[in-house]
């Protein structure tokens, strides 16, 4: 019998990766994605059959909004009968954004959907883009036992596979761009692609695909530093529009404990804008209750991130409002993990 070769889409939205140079101009400007294979001929050694697509007008990951979250995972509904696996190249700078926030708008995913982009344009001499294109490529077309090794939604950067939603940018100079401080790789790209297959994530559902696009945009990300006024944090969380907070602490999740601080913290929950507490540190997370400056905040309901990243916090409280979860559930729901994003 034929052996079936899986059928790969790759889903170009912008970014540095599906950038070439013109050399009249010295400018970078998106190539054309339906000669992929012109460009980079070693595609045509991979053992999957590639479709392509793109985004009309390829965006820089800067201008990635929610709305354009939803472009994609409309994309990849549309297309997750009669494809086995996703590839979306985005720009760097906003990706572990996005990929984050893939992981929660598709609820059941039981296939591939791989992030990755790249420091260099694809025409550059010196150029990642192609290892992290063709990789990334090999690993949406892992299959086992007849079913794909990777069933989540994953980020390939530098010879690394990550989980997206436990991904952060931690370079714009080098190629190792990306990091999973608290969750081990699912992947590494030597001489063999080798999965790490006991952190893969499976899923019991046996439910269609489906996706959650009401978001709600009226999130913030609020950074603690030495010397905040008090004038600037009661501005912000009195903004009347506001439903959700992201307020990044100190360590272990550690904040000032003069009175005006708490106050205002107070009446925020009070006013049923939930607000979450991550910690500013690259890698470890909040312990609520370690210092006493913590667990005054531990009890006045301040909802507990653990190791959740900041990326992963934003998208998590857009999807979680956007359920219209009521406050009363609200804590608890949102410190329970649901696709591994944190421990
Ligand atoms: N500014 C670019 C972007 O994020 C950088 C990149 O592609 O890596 O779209």
């Not at 939803?70 to 906003?94: C, Q, R, S």
């Not at 990550?162 to 991904?167: G, L, P, S």
């Not at 905040?297 to 900041?310: A, E, F, L, P, Y």
Request: hydrophobic share 40%.
């Amino acid at each position: 019998m034929e052996k079936r070769v899986p059928q790969i889409l790759i889903i170009y939205t912008g970014g540095t990766i599906g950038m070439v140079k013109d050399y009249k101009t010295n400018a970078l400007k998106p190539f054309d994605f339906e000669n992929l294979k012109t460009k980079i001929p070693e595609l045509n050694l991979l053992e999957c059959s590639l479709k392509t697509t793109a985004f009309e007008q390829p965006i820089d990951s800067s201008d990635m909004s929610p709305d354009y979250w939803i472009t994609i995972a409309e994309i990849i509904e549309l297309n997750y009968k009669d494809t086995d696996g996703f590839v979306v190249l985005t720009g760097t700078d906003t990706m572990s954004y996005t990929a984050s926030a893939m992981s929660f708008i598709l609820e059941n995913l039981r296939k591939p959907v791989i992030f990755t982009g790249s420091q260099l344009p694809i025409g550059d001499l010196r150029t990642d883009a192609k290892e992290n294109l063709i990789t990334a490529i090999q690993v949406a077309s892992a299959f086992e036992n007849g079913e794909p090794v990777v069933q989540e939604v994953g980020l390939y950067f530098e010879y690394k596979l990550y989980r997206a939603n436990r991904t952060t940018k931690v370079s714009a100079e080098q190629f190792e761009a990306f990091q999973s401080p608290n969750y081990p790789n699912l992947g590494e790209s030597g001489v063999h692609l080798l999965f790490n297959r006991q952190f893969l994530k499976r899923s019991k559902s046996e439910l269609p695909l489906k996706i959650q696009k009401n978001l709600d945009a009226n999130v913030v990300i609020l950074k603690l530093f030495p010397g905040i006024q008090r004038g600037l944090v009661e501005y912000i969380l009195n903004f009347p529009d506001l439903h959700g907070v992201v307020l990044e602490t100190y360590g272990a999740g550690n904040a000032p404990t003069d009175s005006w601080f708490f106050e205002i913290l107070i009446k925020t929950i009070q006013r049923g804008i939930p607000i979450v507490n991550v910690t500013q540190c690259i890698s470890g997370g909040v312990f609520m209750g370690l210092y006493e400056t913590s667990t005054r905040m531990k009890s006045i309901g301040v909802i507990n991130g653990k190791n959740i990243t900041t990326e992963s916090a934003v998208a998590k409280l857009k999807l979680m409002l956007g359920l219209k979860i009521p406050s009363t559930e609200f804590k608890q729901k949102f410190e329970t993990q649901i696709r591994g994003e944190m421990s």
